[in-house]
């Protein structure tokens, strides 16, 4: 569990001057951590943690050997390609070395001299995904996604009746997530027919969508057969990115029954490169509510820690095409909402959801969160709710509309923590685009 302590004291500054410049994103009180490499090179890619517009190295920290203990045994886990041997510590190794680097890297500390040579500029830097991921998992958790969703493929019976007891998953594939800049084919496949009985039609998706969701990357894992209880289950969250679930919504409509999404949704995974800890989202924890005419979880969903299990963090998705990358406008903001006002389940729900039938997760897995839509208008976390299914397309402020994703598209999720008196805690930016499709 994420406590507050030292490391999120708003007033701390660190000797990394734009770790200081106010809205930054990436203050000293963030602390995200991620894998790159220099780019230009072919060096290997190695864990790094955001400070400002910098990245430090933390391969080549744990080269000086600078802690003992478990802050010490933290970073050596980082002298790897990949955030893996980190994760699978656990929580007292994550908050330790976040102390210690905390400390390092505030204004003041002895070891600033030693820590300089160890930064490298984001813009000088290629991101990488940040661990394995050995296995990925796509729930379901907006109530209002699902609903508008349903209406559109089931009208009359939008939300089934498992979808307020049960929170809703299916295994997704991994190898396809790529990191923020991905470009990927537009899909081609089968297509409902034209009549019942008639041939499907087959050829590129004409329905490309994004979906906003964020993704939940596993730490310390279970043994098979074990269960992860509610209360503890937290506790197994390294942390949480952005993820696009890039959606052929006409593939999808054709192939989804009886079995759920395949080839509608395997094409292109994006995440975010940052992986911003639990610890670093404490301060934005808020009470978790479910409206009273909703059933009550079962016991083994219902966590004592209601009162601050959801996340405060404001989701933006922006698009920007051809058309507007040629005249120069900045891309246009089409849809904006919240974590905390889209969610139906918890993060703590869903690991101790996946894990009641002894299932095991391993470090590195991750669970995307669902599609994460608002109540409102405007907070739609893909464009089939924004455009209702094809009926309204959305505008776009240089003169084109879009019901679906045109080829050159690029599809720009940004998330962030904000509040009064507190350091704005970004989870950075998840960028991709559509390629047409392969002849
Ligand atoms: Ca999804």
Redesign the pocket.
Known sequence: MSYLNETHDPALQSWVASANVADNGFPIQNLPFGVFRRTGGDEAFRPGVAIGDQILDLAALAALQPWTDAAGEALQACASEKLNGLMALGQTHWSALRLALSRALRTGSTMQSALEPLLTPMSQAQMSVPAHIGDYT???ISLNHATAVGKQFRPDNPLLPNYKWVPIGYHGRASSIGVSGQQFRRPVGQTRPPEDGAQPGFGPCQRLDY?F?LGIFVGKGNQQGDRIPVDESESHVFGLCILN?W?ARDLQAWEYQPLG?FLA?NFASTISPWIVTLDALAPFRAAFERAATDPQPLPYLQAKNADSAAFDIDLETLLATERSRAQGVEPAVIARSNFKDAAFWNVGQLIAHHTVNGCNLAAGDLM?T??LSGREAGQEGSLLEACQGGKKPVALPWGEERTFLEDNDEVILRARCSKPGYPTISLGECRGMVLPAKG
């Open positions: 796509d729930f379901y979906e969701e679930d959606s999404p949704k995307g669902g599609t």
